[in-house]
């Protein structure tokens, strides 16, 4: 029997989306839908083996693959979806991290221009052991491994972009996109706000775990099986991705310089504080600035993304964004639990 | 008689594109083409006098409208699109420059984000004087005046972006779009590389004058009767935007932070000595360091914009761009002068 | 009976260094001592009350008074001071945070210059409970209060800069200084690069608590009570602070655009994997990205400031830095617990 | 017979100036009084040929001496330093430039780190002829030579900085230093606010020419024979170094990331224009955005350094720090023509 709240999709090749903005929804679905999603890697599935190198066997734009878009009946401009990651399961057996020519935080990029030439480029192949629930890393050039905590996360997810732009998968954005926070992980509600009828929401990236700022650019990648509950907040606007978890609530903001990723996130964070939570503003930005945690997602993509988050043991015992979380939670806890 | 090179076109109110990519062509033109154009103001021609503020009569996304797309017959990814301009005169007797609340260079934005207030919102009305080719400017807060010389020029050209994207009129990038350099007046050819197929040209956003670095975010705004000539150079690709005057080779680079724009149009710069004039690369590197200007285009824009500036008398004696620059200057001195 | 390791100092008004470099040692002491001292707080004391604005009470440059200079025998260029906190406590009851015209993260600055005026100055005073480790908020809007645990630290230690410079007590930079991150807490080692002889280690700036990125410019700032010990490793070169706790090394960097405070403190953090743990580069910086955390420390002062952080377990079991930390942290452990 | 405003200054080795502040004067002066100074350039001198590199005959910190300090007599912080620049000539018939491992824009440095390798060290030796005025540019890596013309400056010029610090001499900040702009030539007047008594002015660094943005770090680096007058505005503050021309307003400002730098230079220019052309902000701030020129100095430095140059013609028609820009170039005028 099935649950009748839940949509499986398990896209075919072709039917990845490589933007938000633009990817044509492959399903219409109502606010409490359960899509039970797999999502490929952001290499398009195409790093197997050490051998693969990206610039050889990867296709420029078709990277970063998302599973999508959504069109959730009702959604219009002004309003929030709310999406809840009930599970994110690796998919696979084997993850696969990189280095990319010109591209992370410890080489120059095309735009971080220099005449110099670029790293050497190196697969490295992560055994996932999905019991354990361990990663496993090799090193290439000498003997050490270790046993990593999988830690489970989606480095992308977003909906359509504002001011009819079009934005590639790679880019993380007010509209949320390749945000790659570890945050993302099963048991966060994200808020995304609408800025198109329908929303249009798509995710994918799968990373097994990833540190904060992701700096050579590239996680332990790989496929996922994920389980959301998606909801919608009517008359609610979220101008930057927002995350709930049990414990904390967590702005983010992403743009370059990285200072101002941080200034987006930390200003939203005082709206935050301001709106739901009944403080003043220059009490809020003051309480924020004791209490806040200040986690790095990315410093690697096109836009570095920024995360301030605040324990809600510490703020007054008031409800946010309409109690979706607690509800979103409950409902998860009814769902089966995947298998593989 | 009509010349049959040129192309009239002045576009009806709705058939502006507000996007670089996903803007239908308006017309298919051969290369050789000569559009003659009429473009509307950035503020789409809203703010017509001192009462009229942006935050009031403008609505987002409508702003920055650009005359096109054109599709270039033939043109292809790898090509570059050769934009000569034979002239650019403003169209009406009047410009208008504003502030624009959380918009400029001496203001917080919504991307370098505080929590203080905007700056008071002030429109100023320029009246230009074609005949003696001087704006007028008017203090609004004491009398004082100033007649300065015109200098007009296009602060958006630009085609369809890389990567499926679409991205806003107001975004300077590898594509062109919003640069804001003084430098794009007429008798300069402009190269842009192609990315998609027929490139999707758009033009708009013209200036009666600008200084550089565009510090409030905002130049003598005014719609322009301006004469292009097209051409195509196939197989010669161009990474960013470059501009050829009689006197001047300058390359340009878009990003934040503003280091990052300084060093694309820098290195961009070293690769055409490299590529055309036989230079290596650290010569190059030596060479435009003593020898370069670099003039700032826009330090306001979602991307602020970098030239770099060296002089064609200070190079080797060779062709560049395979001489298409030399060629469209006489094609634009056979053309009729633009009445109004 | 008195330790005979122990030097105490209770520094006198008139005494406090204002700067690193060209701060005279108050004291020359030999490896293995055992300073047990007084700092005094951010604003040298005189912000006491809500009626005691910084920009009425303080004197620049008389800002973040330092206790030291120390002289440490036989320091030279290239060795290395470990500085272990074996205890921070508060010295007083109360502690004070503020905003500060022009300065923090969501305000232009002096630098991010504007022409909007500074955002209001305000006091806030947090009662501290030693007992039970509690700072206490209270609104200044609203009746809201909070009780946050305790959490002292130090914001500033450094030595004197390289290249012959003084800096102002306030700047976080390769030597150390106002880098502000939490993780200069009771139980950690410091590592401080010596570049000139005798080092001339000073320490201040205590903080009660503080959020991570120290958003509005101050923390929960305090008088403290400390007790390091200090330890010199010869012949060990240490470019940037790093910081070594029981479960974790740390690597930091300071720079503008945070960009690149990121970038140091990731490059160190590499370097460190190679040179003590036996990783090759390329498997270094790929192991750190999937394993690092990157709290942010400062993104308010001259410098911001960034720590890359990784833990212990996840590395192969060798001795980094001599192995100082583990003998620093057992002296610590005889030593008398302090009193007030 | 000598002029006894004149003070013939000719450096012995072992009296040159490392630092701003900290550097003992070599004279004191009356405000009025002519220096006739000879300056070393960046390499104090040791990059004689192309096997010169500076990383095998430069020993760090002994780069770019300046001559001086000057106690100028009756300087008290809150005062301005007027330095006008009568004469700037090469002192040698050859200059140097070179590449400087991790040094420059188009390279990975110490602080916008990565595991990048250096690029390639090199020098290019540029031969001077000061009758014809031109410096030769020879390429090392082919057969091409340029002459170009001869703009001799001076690329460092400032006084003791506030706030009890002692900064490098090739850091520019807010109290000059090695700012590395083209337009310090002769014929201008350069202001610079007192932070200490005596104001401790030094300069050096001559080039005898450089490009906006000294892009890869190094100019045409030569000794030079300059004569400056130097005058004293008693209550006159500069928060940044100004200069002014026969023609031009220029404020400078220095800082990382560039947008600040831009920044501080336009709020700069906006505050001249209300101070001394009677002005409001906004239409100062407007006024400025359309007429204002942004040529880069350096983007290479510690800090970079951003000009905001404004015609004098377009102003108001009044004088100026007290106009002695006008005096001073007078004052000049009667100056014995330098010999070599």
Known sequence: MTDPRVLTVRPEPGTYAWTFGGAPPIARIAPGTVPDLFTE??????VRSEKDLVSQVCEF??????TGSFHIEGAQPGD????????VEP?????ASTTVPLFGALTSTHTTASLQPPLPETVWIWELDRDRRTARFAARYSEFTAELPMDPLHGT????PAGLEVR?????DAHGGNMDTPEMRAGVTCYLGVNVEGALLSLGDGHARQGEGETCGVAVECAMRTVVVVELLKGVATPWPRIESDTHVISTGSARPLEDAFRISQLDLVRWLVRDYGFGELDAYQFATKTGESPLAN??????????KLRKEWLPARETHRGV????REIAATLPRPGR
Chains 1, 2, 3, 4 share one sequence.
Do not use: E, I, K, M
């Open 41 to 46: 890697d952001c290499f398009a599935g195409r």
């Open 61 to 66: 734009p078709y990277l970063n693959p998302q």
């Open 80 to 87: 929030t979806v709310a999406v809840h990651f009930a599970s």
């Open 325 to 328: 979380h607690a509800r979103l």
């Open 299 to 308: 410093v690697c993509d096109t836009n570095c993304t920024c995360a301030a």
């Open 157 to 160: 997810v977003g909906v359509a």
């Open 91 to 95: 998919a696979r057996d084997r993850a």
């Open 168 to 172: 590639s998968a790679l880019v993380p």
